[in-house]
């Protein structure tokens, strides 16, 4: 393992800010990966540095393919993880919304120009990113319908879901977009948890990296009896704009009557609102439809016309 | 009259409302009475609307018989943001001038956007009201995208602003209030003047007047009004940006829309630690200083000043850089 320091970023009153990658291999750029931009993914800031460690491992028993080359950056925005913000503490602006960069431009812009100087070229990338409303995922790869997008390569992870999204105006600013227009095969993988680490959606994600480096050769297993024995994986695919968004009529104290990943009847209870000062039920959020949970409100406190949940419909178009 | 546009129950006895003054000729509007719209309050960071709003809605309650269309003043469009002194919406810390047109089916935010548009729409002209950030002081200005510009330029024109900035269209800004309104074919200029946080008077009333000369140009407003002033247009000009190279503390040493000479001093980035001056920030062209930086600590990348200039000066790379824009 090389460790670089990609760059640094200065501030007064703070040490420099170094923006670390990890190195494995040498040779074609195959894979670079990409944890916390923002300041709350502590669970995707746990996730690299278990990969790091795996990697680490795998090189020392030289299972790094020859001519791979791996790239893990852990960590950029240390500078808002480190004083509890989200995004960047200076400006609040959000590093994943400033891709391709601008190197003449604002802090955040200059961050991620370069940034993505590094990440470019590569033959693919992952990110492990959060959703911009909080809240618990069934763990699942995304990918922007992009038109360059590989949907299949998707099934190579290994995790039961797998979410296409219409880029809406503001992902044309996110780091999984912008590599798919510099030629990257990118996608995202969601966990479970955000600002908390979750270990067992955590070893998920974990698998499911090494899954898929498995199979594009650019690592060997670790386990000689399952060479070659990877194959894709059908996962549940689905159209974002399919999910069935569960809606809150009243605000109060939020209890969950169900989990993520559940397999629901139409009008089973998913959850309930309490009235504050009195205690009682005041709103029952049943079930739609039949499917599964994708999503659910992570927060004991919910406001009318917020999204409790969101269920994978079983009935729905079906993508190629 | 007081109207409500839209509201949510918050979690503990408490709704988020949206509302909105909405002033008629005395006798009533007719059926087919113009109607504008003026806005603010996106950026709960961002004051210089409040004063528009109060003293748009005084000056028309004091001369009323001089209406004979409807004005609907939406002073507040993120009531908790202008509240808690947050500058995006609090508790998902979306930019609500991000998420428009909204959805009738989506969270919160995006459901109480869906609802502003569907207020304001059918509006013979709409202005939004924003007061840059609590980082850049701004020369009062409209600004337009270059792609709705040819519609736009009459009212534009009347809204007695000293600079009227077309500037390129960037995908992320189609997610803008302004945007989302224009595209549906109701006219919408944006607004943005002085600085977060603050209240400048002067600019308030420019700006009052200005409202007024549209109204009167819609045919809606009888009294007559203060000639307005012609505005610079951008297209006819280069916009120079200075961004600092250095992380460090911004002392200033220029004024504000006052016109500066190549090479001349705008301030200089200090160290209060060693004592030590990090940068010193030179104006690259001669021209106008309509940007400059108000909020003293800054990083490598902040931005310091734009100016406009005739671009036969040289310096600065001229590159629009709307990532940053406030809008
Ligand atoms: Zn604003």
New binding site residues.
């Given amino acids: 393992m090389k460790k670089e320091t990609l760059f640094a970023i200065n501030t007064i009153y703070r040490q420099p800010i170094p923006v670390h990658g990890l190195i494995f291999g040498s040779g074609e750029k195959s894979l670079a990966i990409v944890g916390s931009l923002r300041g709350n993914e502590v669970q995707q800031l746990y996730i690299c540095s278990q990969i790091v460690k795996l990697l680490s491992r795998y090189e020392a028993d030289g299972l790094i393919a020859p001519g791979k080359q791996i790239m893990v950056i852990p960590c950029v925005n240390a500078f808002s993880m480190n004083v509890g913000k989200r995004f960047w503490a200076a400006d609040n602006t959000d590093i994943n919304r400033m891709f391709p960069g601008y190197s003449k431009g604002e802090t955040t812009q200059r961050i991620a120009a370069s940034l993505f100087e590094h990440l470019k070229g590569h033959v693919f990338g992952i990110q492990l990113s959060s959703f911009y409303i909080p809240g618990n995922f069934v763990p699942h790869v995304r990918i922007l319908d992009t038109g360059f997008h590989d949907l299949d390569l998707c099934d190579f992870f290994g995790l039961p879901y797998v979410m296409v999204s219409k880029p809406m105006p503001v992902d044309t600013g996110t780091l999984n977009y912008n590599w798919q227009v510099f030629d990257t095969k990118a996608f995202s993988i969601y966990s479970k948890e955000t600002k908390n680490v979750h270990i067992d959606s955590a070893i998920q994600a974990i698998e499911a990296t090494f899954q898929f480096m498995q199979s594009q050769g650019i690592i060997r297993s670790a386990s000689p009896t399952e060479e070659g024995s990877y194959y894709p994986f059908h996962p549940v695919r689905f159209k974002e704009e399919d999910l069935v968004n569960v809606l809150s009529q009243r605000g109060g104290i939020f209890l969950h009557r169900s989990q993520v990943g559940d397999e629901v009847k139409t009008g089973a209870l998913l959850a309930e609102t309490l009235d504050p000062y009195g205690g009682n039920v005041i709103e029952r959020m049943v079930a739609p439809c039949d499917g599964r949970i994708f999503f659910n409100h992570n927060s004991n406190l919910i406001g009318g016309h917020e999204v409790s949940c969101r269920i994978i419909p079983d009935n729905r178009a079906s993508i190629a | 009259m007081i109207k409500k546009v839209a509201s949510a129950e918050l979690a503990v006895g408490e709704a988020l409302v949206i509302k909105k003054n909405r002033i008629e000729p005395l006798g009533g509007a007719g059926e087919n009475a113009k109607r504008v719209c003026v806005v603010t309050g ?2 709960g960071d ?1 004051l210089e609307g409040q004063y528009v709003a109060w003293r748009l809605a005084d000056a028309l309650h004091k001369n009323i018989q001089d209406l004979h269309g409807i004005v609907d003043i939406y002073p507040a469009l993120n009531p908790l943001g202008i509240n808690s002194i947050f500058r995006g919406m609090p508790l998902s810390d979306l930019d609500l ?1 991000r998420i428009f047109p909204g959805s009738e089916n989506g969270p919160m935010a995006e459901y109480l956007a869906s609802e502003m548009i569907k207020d304001m729409s059918g509006a013979a002209a709409c202005v939004d009201i ?4 609590i980082f850049l002081r701004e020369l009062p200005q409209i600004r337009i995208n270059e792609t709705v510009a040819q519609g736009l330029m009459p009212l534009a024109r009347r809204m007695n602003m000293p600079l009227v900035w077309i500037h390129a269209s960037a995908t992320v800004l189609e997610s803008t209030l302004a945007h989302a309104l224009n595209s549906i074919g109701t006219p919408t200029l944006v607004v ?1 003047m002085g600085v977060g946080m603050r209240i400048t008077k002067e600019y308030g009333e420019q700006l009052v007047e200005g409202l007024f000369s549209l109204m009167s140009y819609l045919g809606i407003w009888s009294r007559k009004i203060a000639p307005t002033i012609p505005p610079i247009v951008s297209s006819d000009w280069q916009v120079a940006f200075i961004n600092a190279d250095h992380s460090g503390i911004f002392i200033c040493e220029a004024q504000h829309m006052s016109t500066v000479q190549e090479g001349q001093r705008l301030g200089f980035i200090a160290d209060p630690l060693s004592g030590r001056v990090m940068e010193k920030i030179n104006s690259p062209v001669t021209g106008l200083l309509f940007t400059l930086r108000e909020y003293p600590v800054v990083y490598e990348g902040s931005l310091l000043a734009r100016i406009l200039h005739s671009g036969s000066s040289g310096g600065g790379d001229g590159t629009e850089n709307w990532m940053e824009a ?2």
């Fill in positions: 996106t950026h961002e001038n924003h007061a840059s950030n943005e406030c809008l």
